[in-house]
């Protein structure tokens, strides 16, 4: 078993959802990492753990978002795990970093939520996407810069967030009861 994989282990079993839904999704995620030692790893066709980040800034009344190329909608920033990434809370704050450009970000360790999804994602089959979320914060006047993998990337004000955005507003929700 891998330190990452550890470590995910360990901090959904410290984590306690405040909703039953969420606890279902937890034990369901808990069980799947039991039973896969490779769960964190993108090889995992039947399904891997991957780290997302819900970037709000520094006053906490926008939310940054991405157009997804292989999804062709608006998301919060994250992705896969990689072998240098020792904790899930590292693999987060390096996906909104990487994909933010800014520089400076800071990460809550608590996770905010949890869900998986399927998803045909760079092993080019449908897979499941078993995602961990965590809350990140931007510095003052911090200025997003796209990366190859958005076709866009944009603050949004948290009261007027896009229109096709599925799981978004209640994860904005989540994270501003967060802070």
């Known amino acids: 078993m891998s ?15 405040q909703d039953h839904g969420q606890q279902s999704v937890k034990h369901a995620i808990l069980a799947f990492l039991a039973a ?17 980040a819900v970037v709000l800034d520094a006053t906490a009344d926008h939310v ?12 919060q920033l994250g992705g896969h795990c990689e072998p240098e ?6 693999a987060a704050l390096r996906e909104a970093t990487e994909e933010s450009g800014i ?12 869900e998986v999804h399927p998803i045909t994602c760079s092993l080019g089959v449908p897979t499941r996407h078993l995602d961990v979320r965590f809350v990140v914060r931007a510095p003052v ?11 866009d990337l944009q603050w949004w004000p948290v009261d007027e967030l896009p229109s096709d955005v599925d799981s978004i507003p209640d994860l904005v929700r989540r994270a501003l009861a967060m802070r």
């Open 3 to 17: 330190t990452l994989h550890a470590d995910v282990v360990r901090r959904l079993t410290d984590w306690e959802p």
């Open 36 to 52: 896969r030692p490779d769960a964190c790893e993108r090889a995992c066709a039947p399904g891997h753990i991957t780290a997302s």
């Open 64 to 75: 940054l978002l991405t157009l997804h190329p292989r999804v062709g909608r608006w998301v």
């Open 85 to 90: 990434d020792s904790t899930l809370v590292e």
């Open 103 to 114: 520089r400076g970000l800071t990460i809550d360790p608590r996770p905010v939520h949890i």
């Open 141 to 151: 006047g911090a200025k997003p810069v796209r990366s190859a993998e958005s076709v």
